[in-house]
């Protein structure tokens, strides 16, 4: 029964927090991808006409052969789904562990709380990561990607830890609960030391710099309402499993 409930639970919840997501990013993200995006191909075009024309042909049929999503409803249809199905994932674990936890201590979630947790989530999934690895925009230079999708992963991880320390493990305990989220950027995170953005075009750097911090508030303003939402009506469901078992 806890098992079905937690999976029917996550598949409502996940489906509201992702839709409202991709609205967010719709209006807000998407928009400075895009024009991000007109700067990466303007830098292609620089570099292309550099080459010999030969090398000219191969880099364009490369990139005739690269498949993505056109622009607009095809785009925003695999982007829906995408955050659709990162919801009902998250939504999933997060569940999951406030329905432990409400076991362990016998407690009735209200949405305040539901509201905590899920800043929680926000906190561990997307605060502590961005501070080492900020989001990335097209155009950006960044390290080799699997030295990154580690340290993002370890992060995630021992904040998660460090969080529960911080909220039910025993007072003395809780400051190995601020020195584990520590260690991560302590280490640091695999980042490049050459410049972030190679555009040749000084105008162009200027441009993707400013898009850069804009794409920084939308990311999280986006990222925070959705694990906002998602703790809310996860607390909102568990309140209802409390007042159905109660009435049974």
Not at 65 to 88: C, H, K, M, Q
Not at 104 to 116: D, E, K
Not at 176 to 199: D, K
């Amino acid at each position: 029964m806890l098992f079905r409930n937690i999976i029917f639970s996550a598949l409502l919840v996940g489906l509201i927090a992702g839709l409202i997501l991709s609205i967010g990013q719709h209006f807000q993200v998407s928009k400075i991808i895009h024009e991000a995006e007109k700067h990466e191909v303007t830098k292609a075009a620089f570099f292309a006409a550099q080459h010999e024309k030969l090398q000219h042909t191969h880099t364009h049929e490369h990139d005739e052969n690269t498949w993505a999503p056109e622009d607009g409803s095809e785009r925003f249809f695999y982007t829906t789904v995408a955050d659709i199905l990162s919801g009902i994932g998250f939504a999933t674990i997060l569940i999951s562990f406030m329905a432990g936890a409400r076991t362990r201590r016998a407690q009735n979630y209200s949405i305040p709380q539901g509201l905590l947790w899920g800043i929680a989530g926000f906190a561990a999934v997307f605060v502590a990561p961005s501070l080492g690895l900020h989001p990335e925009i097209p155009g950006m230079e960044a390290a080799a990607l699997e030295p990154r999708q580690m340290w993002w992963s370890i992060t995630v991880f021992v904040t998660i830890i460090g969080i529960a320390l911080l909220a039910f493990a025993p007072s003395w305990n809780k400051l190995g609960g601020l020195t584990i989220i520590a260690i991560p950027h302590l280490v640091g995170a695999p980042n490049i030391t050459t410049a972030t953005f190679t555009h040749p075009d000084p105008q162009a750097v200027i441009a993707l710099t400013q898009l850069h911090h804009e794409f920084l508030w939308a990311t999280s303003i986006t990222n925070g309402i959705f694990w906002v939402i998602l703790g809310g009506l996860s607390a909102l469901i568990l309140s209802k499993w409390q007042w159905h078992n109660e009435t049974e």
